[in-house]
């Protein structure tokens, strides 16, 4: 082979049949093959993990007389319980703590990948928790309450935990809202 300045450097005879780029190539999808069984899961994820975290997801049609909400994960994971509680606070903006509503309807699934309920009250407030517990045994418990408003088509969101960030005032035509849940501090809940 001429390198350009004249001089000829002797190649070994495999390099004609495996130039660098090919054997390159394979090496990766060699990689590749003996990688991938390791970074896609079939187990459950571990508790805590970012596929866990739960949500709540509020909805309401234009023209609706309730509001949905669902709670799911991020992920397609099963929770080990769910628990909601619904409280028509009367007034907005509402300043009861939370410990001091009233919560009249209440709810409670087991073993489910997400929870759907409604409330025609408004404004009302919900109290939710979710638990997840992966197979070692490890727990982790995500909750959020919050009260809702809706008023001149603009759904109003008030967080009524510590730690929970504000959210703006939706109009009710670009809903739904996701609303990402707490982890609870361990032992709590």
Do not use: C, H, K
């Not at 609706?64 to 769910?82: C, M, S």
């Not at 409670?108 to 409604?118: G, I, M, Q």
């Not at 517990?133 to 009260?147: I, L, M, S």
């Amino acid at each position: 082979m001429a390198t350009g300045r004249g001089l000829t450097v002797a190649r070994p005879a495999w390099t004609e049949l495996f130039p660098w780029p090919f054997v390159g190539v394979v090496a990766l999808l060699v990689a590749l093959i003996f990688l991938t069984p390791n970074l896609i899961t079939t187990n459950e994820p571990a508790a805590g993990s970012l596929i866990t975290q739960a949500e709540l997801v509020v909805d309401r049609g234009p023209g609706a007389n309730a509001t949905d909400f669902y709670l799911e994960g991020l992920g397609n994971v099963r929770y080990a319980e769910i628990r909601w509680a619904i409280a028509a606070p009367g007034a907005w903006p509402v300043t009861t703590p939370v410990g001091n509503l009233t919560w009249n309807v209440s709810g409670n699934v087991t073993a489910r990948l997400v929870a759907v309920f409604s409330s025609p009250a408004n404004p009302v407030a919900v109290n939710v928790s979710m638990v997840y517990v992966d197979a070692a045994g490890v727990r982790v418990t995500y909750v959020g309450a919050f009260a809702f408003d809706v008023a001149g088509g603009m759904l109003n969101t008030l967080p009524l935990l510590g730690g929970l960030g504000g959210v703006p005032p939706t109009s009710v035509a670009d809903l739904p809202i996701v609303l990402v849940l707490e982890t609870a501090p361990p032992g709590a809940g």
